[in-house]
């Protein structure tokens, strides 16, 4: 390999956070330095365009309808309003049953949050009123507060089995009016604070799993309008097992003549929705089949007298006119607040959705906050004029797509058909079946039903996901909507802190030509580059997976840190006290020898060892050594040979208890258990020799990697606990010799590092790079000769140049 080369490529500039921080620095301050009260100033100060943008931004229908185009959009708003109408009238009385009220308060919801949505609105193609699914959450706090037993007739002593019907949903209004106001309120002050996030965290697999158990619910509370029997009412977890059980007791109760009526709306009803499927290419506009059912039912019963002759339920008195709006109950806030909550976060995702499924389709943007603003607002107000809480609905946000809607006038041209019929029509609707209106929401559950078949797709696409869909349908259906809701959120969590927890750990190599470093199991063609260990997780590391990090940190690089530091330290422990034992042997032959001077003179019988030895720089005297027993495997250090010129001694050693078969060896023969130092200097003492121990020295243990680079380009954020968990790497693997680098940061990572302390002398911004090949880099130029320099010919081979 060419040296100049390779001095070129070692060379090249390597970026890390030093130098970006002294990039920055040159920079013009200007900024940077202006006074707080410039600050305040500009941020506070209120100009026209701002005010603009503001008044503009909290209400959205003055961005759109100055330029509206009545000539392009009139027609077609306008045909999607009215479609949009008609199918607000039978949705409206039918899901009023759901939420167990009398159906014209669910035309009173058809009619007024639309209007409101108009004004503060963002989505052009949602359609705002009753949802199958709040009203069978509304259903559930209704019926709890305000049971049938509470509302029983006494005549006299005497308790009657019949209910005061119009007690009973007078209070039943009022706590579906104050949960819808409660609710509203949460979604307002949640859209002021900019939480519009908080919708992300009902996933997808959550939402459906959660809407196809609350189908599940609508079908058992329908049972009893479609069976023509009156179960009782169960709260709390199994409500929906004991309902049903209680409905296989009443079968043999079944009133027939509601059940034949049941039967025929809903096969009528399947059979025109089938073929108005197949036709509605070839229509303009659908056919308002539901519509057209309860016209008919309507006039059926009107003339036949089924209430009168045959005992069928139906609709009753719906007063013409509008209510005029009253304050909420507000002791009722309390017992409600829960269910408020979960009926605001699921009305917001459910509406969320789908109007950023029709604004990616038709290229403009909703606004999460604001969405969830006028969400709030429409509650809000609507439940000041006895409406239940709603959001946007599939079905009619299709029709009014599909139809031509191309803004929220659509939405006002609708509520105009529902305030004419609540005006001028409602009263030809008393006569309407509530086994018809029953049948309609059957019928709607279909697509709801149809998404039991993600749990095939999911378990061929992603087995996470279907443990989500199945936790959250099964907790829904046996715990009720409100605490299944929270169940599944938790688990949902959960199950992201799982997956972080338990992430993908992987070692690094080079793939020759570029500045990449792929996985080197599921990439061949990558090189690992000799003495450097590139290690990256995928994900952030945090408190709950920091350990297993360090434990993968440790498998992946074949670094036993624990084991390795535990002997190095037992070794340092036994060099201490074999020092110690040394001192206290050279005291005693210190004293033996002043006798054995004085003695010296009178007999000289007695052989001895002398050995050279150097104390105290150039101070030699000649040592008489009296031999005794020792303990086993017993080790002297002495110079080999007298000191060479530049003040070195190659040292030997004598092993064993017995003078006569102790072993003269050299300083390679040592065992774990020995100890040795090389090359030691004359100004050395013997004690600061035994202290120079390494692993590498000692035998145990070899290896050739003298880098690890840790890639955190994966990492988002960092704790305490991962920073104390980098030091300690940082800390550990220094002692063996082995350096640690950081590449790939964020700006925020480096942040936090900052704050939590983490740099000092010994760990500088100097160890954190840009990218890996910085790091790779940075350690060719300053560790590369700790491996031959032909190792790294083929290491990096990046645009032809070869290092």
């Known amino acids: 390999m060419d040296s100049g080369n390779a001095e070129y490529c070692i060379q090249r500039e390597v970026i890390d956070e030093k130098s970006l921080k002294e990039r920055s620095q040159r920079m013009d301050h200007s900024q940077t330095n202006l006074p707080i009260s410039h600050w305040l100033k500009k941020s506070l100060s209120c100009s026209v365009p701002k005010l603009k943008r503001t008044i503009v931004g909290f209400l959205p229908v003055l961005s759109w309808l100055p330029r509206y185009s009545i000539w392009d959009y009139g027609m077609p708003d306008l045909i999607s309003g009215i479609s949009v109408g008609i199918m607000h009238l039978p949705q409206g009385m039918a899901y009023a049953l759901l939420a167990s009220l009398p159906p014209v308060f669910g035309l009173y919801t058809s009619l007024y949050p639309p209007l409101i949505y108009f004004i503060f609105g963002t989505s052009r193609h949602i359609s705002i009123g009753t949802f199958t699914i709040l009203s069978i959450m509304i259903g559930s706090v209704t019926e709890r507060l305000a049971p049938d037993a509470d509302f029983l007739i006494y005549n006299g002593t005497n308790v009657t089995e019949e209910v005061d019907i119009a007690s009973r949903d007078f209070y039943r209004v009022q706590v579906a009016a104050a949960t819808t106001v409660l609710g509203g309120l949460i ?130 008195e719906i ?4 209510q005029p709006p009253g304050v909420p109950n507000t002791r009722v806030f309390s017992e409600v607040v829960l269910d408020a909550f979960a009926i605001a976060i699921v009305g917001y995702a459910i509406s969320i959705s789908l109007g950023k499924t029709f604004a990616l389709k038709h290229g403009y943007k909703v606004e999460s906050n604001q969405e969830l603003v006028a969400l709030g607002l429409s509650n809000t107000v609507g439940g000041f ?36 019929t609540v005006l001028k029509l409602g009263s030809l609707f008393q006569e309407l079946p509530k086994a018809v209106l029953a049948a309609i929401v059957f019928v709607n559950l279909k697509g709801m039903f149809k998404q039991h078949y993600d749990v095939v797709a999911l378990w061929r696409s992603c087995k996470i996901d279907l443990l989500i869909w199945l936790v959250t349908y099964v907790s829904t259906v046996l715990f009720n909507l409100d605490m299944g809701l929270g169940a599944s959120i938790g ?47 995928s994900a952030t590391m945090y408190f709950a997976n920091a350990e297993l990090y360090l434990e993968a940190l440790k498998k992946k690089s074949g670094l036993n840190i624990g084991k390795m530091l535990t002997y190095k330290r037992r070794q340092e422990a036994k060099q201490r006290r074999r020092e110690r034992r ?52 017993t080790v002297f250090v002495i110079p080999e040979t007298a000191r060479t010129s530049d003040g070195c001694h190659t040292w030997m050693y004598l092993k064993g208890t017995d003078p006569d078969t102790a072993t003269l060896g050299s300083v390679s023969d040592l065992h774990d258990g020995d100890t ?115 190792s790294y010919e083929n290491a990096l081979d990046i645009s032809g140049t070869r290092l």
């Open 491 to 537: 688990f949902a969590l959960l199950s992201v802190i799982f997956r972080t927890q338990r992430p993908s750990y992987s070692l690094l190599g080079h793939l020759p030509g570029t500045e990449l470093y792929l996985d080197m199991e599921t990439h061949k063609e990558v090189r690992e580059v000799p003495g450097i260990t590139i290690f990256r997780s």
């Open 385 to 420: 004029f006895q409406c239940f809480s709603v959001c946007s609905s599939m079905s009619r946000s299709l029709i009014q797509e599909t139809t031509g809607g191309k803004t929220q006038i659509a939405g006002v041209v609708s509520g105009v058909i529902v305030l004419v």
């Open 582 to 633: 040394a001192e206290r042997r050279a005291q005693r032959e210190a004293k033996r020898q002043k006798r054995a001077l004085r003695e010296a003179s009178q007999r000289s019988k007695k052989s001895v060892f002398t050995v050279e030895a150097e104390v105290n720089g150039d101070i030699h005297r000649e040592v008489e050594l009296g031999w005794r027993e020792r303990e086993n495997s």
């Open 676 to 790: 040795t130092t090389l090359d030691s200097s004359s100004e050395d003492t013997l004690s600061r020799d035994l202290e120079r121990v390494s692993l590498g020295s000692l035998g145990k243990w070899t290896w050739d990697i003298h880098s690890i680079i840790l890639d955190f380009s994966t990492a988002n954020f960092i704790d305490t606990v991962g920073i104390k968990t980098l030091r300690n790497i940082f800390h550990d693997f220094g002692e063996i010799d082995v350096d640690i680098y950081l590449a790939g940061c964020q700006a925020l990572v480096v942040e936090q590092l900052e704050r939590g302390g983490f740099f000092s002398d010994v760990i500088t911004e100097g160890r954190v790079f840009a990218t890996v090949h910085d790091a790779v880099l940075y350690c060719l130029k300053h560790r590369g000769a700790d491996v031959t320099i032909h």
């Open 319 to 322: 007063p013409s006119g509008l």
């Open 187 to 316: 979604q307002v002050v949640l859209g002021l604070v900019q939480f519009g996030f908080v919708g992300t965290y009902l996933s997808e697999p959550l939402v459906r799993g959660y809407t196809t158990a609350a189908s599940a619910h609508a079908v058992v509370a329908q049972l009893k309008y479609i069976l023509g029997v009156s179960p009782k009412r169960f709260n709390g977890p199994l409500s929906i097992v004991y309902t049903l059980a209680d409905l296989v007791r009443l079968l043999p109760e079944t009133h027939l003549p509601t059940l034949l009526a049941s039967v025929v709306a809903i096969v009528v009803l399947i059979i025109a929705k089938e073929l108005n499927n197949a036709l509605r290419h070839k229509m303009l506009v659908p056919i308002p089949v539901e519509l057209c059912t309860i016209v008919v039912a309507t006039v059926i019963s009107f003339y036949t007298r089924l209430n009168e002759s045959y005992k069928i339920s139906v609709v009753g």
